[in-house]
């Protein structure tokens, strides 16, 4: 039997009725999904949503066949040619979800870093939820200027969680007015709200791993005022914020800071863009100040403040390949008769690498990758297609045993466990990481940047294979290496010794001794210059398919050679195989120009129809 048919519902839509009598034209970003349309459009405000539509509102506008969200940054007086515009259709939530000075931020970020502003608005500005509006009032909160704004790199103190000492530098402040502290990962914002709320001191939270209606509400509810501590990551940059005076950025450096989304904004960046346009006062923490603020501490565009420390520091290099050399075995075995000790260790896994144990050769996959091990008892497996070798056997001379060339955190906790046998051993990783041990004696390895913390501080500090820390191809990996130096020695308690497996000359161990990262930051700036890299010139990466970023290359050096492209322009690339990347370096000032130049290709790309270039300015790192 047919069913019978059942007719679609024609809605007309609602008549608009005339515009607004005051300021009836609004200048409106509409999340079009388009990324090369970076304007806003104009729409008229009925006079029945006129006292409701502001600055900041959300609403929902006809474009083309479809009703999509925008948000609305201006409103400007009716002219001749604005009387045949489209009228905005509908007001989304009774509050604002931006000011006037979050709105330029946004902007202006979208700008330096090639997006559009939905771009960043995506990660700005929580998705509403109806329902958290209920029950919200604005509060009046006071106007406060600062007469003078001020950007301070604070060197955290050694022998003192970092959490505690942001506590402590948030708790000096006189200033008057709302605070924003960020910080770089979910793990450093749960330990900061907890404790903040062991110490009864209120604040709200812009984690954006609440539940959305939690989330959406908080966002709101610091929009409106009454809150003076506002916490959470990367995104609470944008946070409006009515009577804001101090941004505090905790371990400034991290890569945690870089957003994974175009335009691939960069946290600190964003902070001292605001800092700027608001004259709000900037604090940056860290154990070794990136290189970008090591040379804004050394024009004296950033004040520099460390309190006086000494710890006691040990270096001993491995002469014959043990993993710990006598004098550090020594201190080990002294050490954990009092409490846990911390091992940092430079890789996850077993063994990140193996080779031939007759004739070194790396053992490779058929696709070319290299061959790991997950754990002892494991078979080889490849670490790009996962293919496993129950009977690997050398390719170029048939011996059938292997040897780890490279070791991983597996490795190392097997071997330190048998070094130091019926002690308690603990794991902490990026997949699974441990925020906490007791004071009882323990063997703690641990990967960079997930250090459990210990009650009483570590007995011990132990970092082994810095030569492998410090040797990482990545164009940052030296920076990276010494800040993860500092951050796990800072763990060791009143009367623990951190120890090297180093040479014992190398400028690390004096930094250490002296708590003071200075001469290593400047090492690292002259060799910056000498080459000019980044953060000496700007930098960005283009990645598209090798045979377009050839034609690019072309194109830019004929730009280049016609004025049409600055002349300090470096074009290096491209990459060959998958992930193919084009690195432009730049003089800083100029780097807008190529921003410029490369949005204009890929609006051109965009009326042919072809794919859009994606690109990424002044990235995390150039590899």
Known sequence: MLRPLKLKIQRAPQPAGPPASDLPVASVWVDTGIPTLTEPFSYLIPEKLSLQIRIGSRVQVPFKDK????????????????????SIYKLLGEFPVASGETLELISLTASYWGGSPYDVIR??????????????????APAISNSESTATFHLLPPKLDPISALISLIGTSKVIGTKLVIVPTARDLNRLTAALANSAIEFTSLDSNLPRADRYRNFLAVSLGGTKLVVGMRAAIFAPIPDL???????????????????????REVAWIRSKISNLDLHLTGYVPSLDVAIDIDKKEILYQAARAKISVVAQASSNGEL???????????????????????????????????????????????????????????VICSKKYQNWKCGWCGEARVFLTSRGIERFAEEIGRSFPNQIVIQSTAGDPRDSVSAEPALVISTPGVEPIAEKGYSAVVILQVDRFLSSTSSNGVESAYSNFFAASALVGDTGVVALVHDDGAPITSALTTWNPATISKREIEQRISLQLPPISGAVLVLADSAELVRLKSALESAKEESRAPKTLRVYGPTAGEGAKLTLLVDPIEQLEIVSLLREINKRRAISKKPLLAYRVNPYSLD
């Open 324 to 382: 710990i050399p006598s004098k550090i075995y020594q201190q080990v075995r002294k050490a954990i008769a009092t409490g846990p000790v911390l091992f940092l260790v430079p890789a996850k896994g077993y063994a990140t690498a193996i080779s031939c144990a007759k004739c070194r050769n790396i053992a490779l996959c058929e696709c070319g990758g290299k061959l790991s091990k997950s754990s002892a008892k494991s078979d080889p497996a490849c």
């Open 245 to 267: 005076t101090e941004i505090y950025l905790h371990q400034e450096n991290s890569e945690h800071y870089y957003e994974r989304r175009t335009p691939y904004w960069n946290t």
């Open 123 to 140: 990660s700005a500005i929580p998705p509403r939820v109806a329902s958290s509006e209920k029950g919200l009032a604005a509060n009046v």
């Open 67 to 86: 009703h999509l969200e925008g948000i609305v940054i201006n409103r400007t007086s009716l002219t001749d040619d604005a009387r045949e515009l489209k």
